[in-house]
């Protein structure tokens, strides 16, 4: 049996979230950004997470900031609703993409990316979410998840050649 010592435990409190939020702004926008490839709606995506991170008042301290990014993640989801595509036919030409500067925005390969290919990609690559945990926010299966961040990868690559 696990016992957990009451003292040693902290809860996030209001405060807590406000100073995580001050803290992380820059980089929940980023995310958010990233996810929605819209600033309109990069802010309203984050503006809900932030809204109902007063919900997760009471979460325990060590997880605050996780509960923040997670809440980014999932309005984001619910505000564009990536959904995968079938993979099993994907031609040499849509791995293409559209040609870009990287030089007047180094996001620019990211946001390229279909809405699907690019939560996965933000999510696993640069969130470090497992496959099964992109999969049961995404709503999909874990090969689609696989799948969706090869071909990310090989977009990425390939544009920035």
Known sequence: MHFVD???TSYATAADF??????????????????????????????????ECVEGIGVLM??????TRRMVLKHAIQMI?????????VSFISLQGQAT????NPFATILLLDAFERFVFVMSI????????????????????????????????????
């Not at 060590?62 to 509960?67: F, K, S, T, V, Y």
């Not at 500067?101 to 007047?104: D, E, G, L, V």
Request: aromatic fraction near 4%; glycine fraction near 4%.
């Open 6 to 8: 009451e003292e040693a």
């Open 18 to 51: 406000l100073k995580t939020l001050e803290e992380e702004t820059h980089g929940l926008y980023l995310l958010s950004f990233l996810l929605t490839a819209d600033h309109d709606k990069a802010r309203q995506c984050l503006i809900s997470a932030i809204g």
């Open 62 to 67: 060590d997880w605050a900031r996780l509960w």
């Open 81 to 89: 609703r990536p959904a995968p595509e079938n993979a099993d036919h």
């Open 101 to 104: 500067s990287a030089q007047n």
């Open 126 to 161: 640069l969130e470090g979410q497992s496959d099964q945990e992109c999969a049961l926010l995404l709503g999909c299966s874990r090969r689609d998840v696989m799948m969706a961040r090869v071909l990310a990868l090989q977009r990425q690559s390939s544009t920035a050649a």
